[in-house]
């Protein structure tokens, strides 16, 4: 057993615009990591587009049906500031989703020891009926109560380590103690959310803010002294991460200062948890990063981490 990839083609139609940041490049490179020798032999499977019924279980459903009712013939809609529809982005959503759904059921049934989604757009800022911040469709959410419905687990867990808090997914889990989301992220920055002071009907949601400029030993630092250890006290069935590389300190969009060998790292402590708690059972789902060769190297580092577990 090793690490199966999800992805598709369709994830490149969706069209932001000139100079957008969570453009087609995007998964391009990431592409072009897992065409390395080290990665090429795995195995990849198409992403499926998930089912309305799906994403009502995380989404307002008048919220799923306006968005796919939305997409333009041709140009752009947009549904806030940074997020738009095009002609093609019907596909690349419904199958950002689905990709999750389907690693789920493939980690479940011990088709592999992991999983990891190559898609875009990325999702966790995608409230229950609000898009937000590039994000329509909660990608890991969805796939965290598919977990739930699908194959009965009670306990699942998002693990966050985009350098922007994943408020969308805190939104859709802190009213329900089977559910554990923790964060970390640059604070200050978009979306404003993720306080540590916010924590969930039961202590569920649990947030480590950074400050700008911070580096490899206050992200180790947080994951070792507090995600970690609550972590395993939650016991979790699943475990999804939510693997965003724009903490990198190439990225663009943010000011703290991690390499590669950071989120080897933080992937190697999170698999080791897995290992203890949940029989290896590990999604990943692809979420920012806007510098290429940041993102290259987050991605590859993060994937070496995932094919030794």
């Known amino acids: 057993m090793t690490t199966l990839i999800f992805t598709h083609p369709d994830c490149l139609a969706h069209d932001t615009g000139p100079g957008h940041p969570e453009g087609p490049h995007r998964l391009a490179v990431v592409w072009e990591v897992l065409g390395r020798d080290e990665f090429k032999g795995l195995e990849r499977r198409p992403a499926p587009e998930a089912e309305v019924g799906q994403l009502a279980r995380v989404h307002d459903r008048a919220y799923v049906d306006a968005v796919l009712a939305a997409m333009p013939v041709q140009g752009y809609h947009r549904l806030d500031g940074d997020t738009l529809l095009s002609p093609g982005s019907r596909g690349a959503i419904l199958r950002a989703a689905g990709s999750v759904c389907a690693a789920v059921d493939a980690v479940m049934a011990g088709e592999a020891t992991n999983a990891f989604c190559a898609v875009r757009p990325c999702g966790h800022h995608a409230e229950p009926a609000r898009a937000m911040g590039f994000c329509v469709f909660n990608n890991v959410a969805v796939g965290a109560l598919h977990a739930r419905e699908r194959h009965g687990l009670s306990r699942v867990a998002v693990v966050d380590f985009d ?8 939104a859709m889990f802190a009213q329900d103690a089977g559910l554990f989301f923790a964060s970390t992220h640059q ?4 979306p404003g959310t993720g306080a540590s002071w916010e924590r969930g009907v039961a202590d569920n949601i649990l947030n480590l803010p950074l ?10 630092q947080a994951f070792e002294r507090v995600i ?8 979790p069935e699943l475990l999804l991460i939510s693997a965003g590389f724009d903490a990198h300190a ?3 969009l943010a000011q703290l200062g991690l390499t590669g060998a950071d989120f080897e790292w933080v992937t190697r402590k ?5 290992e203890r708690q949940c029989g290896n059972r590990v999604v990943s789902v692809l979420e920012g990063g806007y510098d290429e060769a940041g993102l290259a190297e987050g991605c590859a580092a993060h994937l070496r981490a995932l094919t030794r577990a």
């Not at 999170?270 to 897995?274: C, K, S, Y």
């Open 211 to 220: 400050e700008p400029y911070s580096g490899s030993a206050e992200f180790r």
């Open 270 to 274: 999170l698999v080791e948890v897995a």
């Open 163 to 170: 350098v922007h808090h994943g408020n969308g997914t805190q």
């Open 250 to 252: 190439r990225d663009p």
């Open 187 to 190: 604070s200050p920055l978009y």
């Open 228 to 235: 970690l250890p609550a972590l395993e006290a939650f016991a």
